[in-house]
């Protein structure tokens, strides 16, 4: 049976409790920005006018992304593979949502709100990392700010090191080779190539 409206939703996922809403605000609480601290990784969503969606990891040292006040999110952005698909979102509707994680904590924090791009030299200098300026910054304007219970880290058992599986690496090298018609000679070359990058452009 496919799901076509909320009736149908709630008949079989059920209401919230009524206090659960109320864990939603539109500012950053003290709990938030005490997260925030402490957070090295975050997942940054945005959608395009067409509704074109993406979903990019951003990660530095904890506290990387700052709160000048409650109402407001610094996200520095470093060097990358220049697509800017999430950038480009940005630009067109200036939705986001952004989740913050703490390894080791199964609670996260998801925060909602509309963005701009800024690149200010100034400010840049000020969000330097490994002897760089930041590439741009993004301003994120606070409207929903809560945190999520960690029902599906412990299902998941992401931070449980007896469950991981051998470290593995993904190779974009056969796979960029593979869809232009290369070989093993360029494929090889590009995760060099790559591997390179991880240690020069970080």
Known sequence: MNITNEQQLRSIIGAPHPITASKKTDHLTDEA??????????????????????ASPKGDAPGFVTAPNLKTLIIPDRRGNKLADGH????????MGVIFFIPNTRETLRINGQARLTANP??????????????????????????????????????????WPEPEKVSFGKMLAKANGGDSVMAEAIDRSISDDYVENL
Not at 33 to 54: A, G, H, W, Y
Not at 88 to 95: I, P
Not at 133 to 158: D, M, N, Q
């Open 122 to 163: 100034t400010e840049l200098e000020t969000y330097s990392a490994y002897g760089r300026p930041a590439v741009l910054l993004t301003e994120l304007a606070v409207e929903e700010c809560f945190f999520h219970c960690g029902k599906a880290l412990i299902r998941s058992k992401l931070w449980d090191t007896a469950s």
């Open 88 to 95: 480009l979102n940005v630009l067109k509707t200036g939705r």
């Open 33 to 54: 920005l005490d997260f925030l601290k402490r957070s090295p990784f975050l997942i940054m969503t945005t959608v395009s006018e067409d509704l074109q969606l993406d």
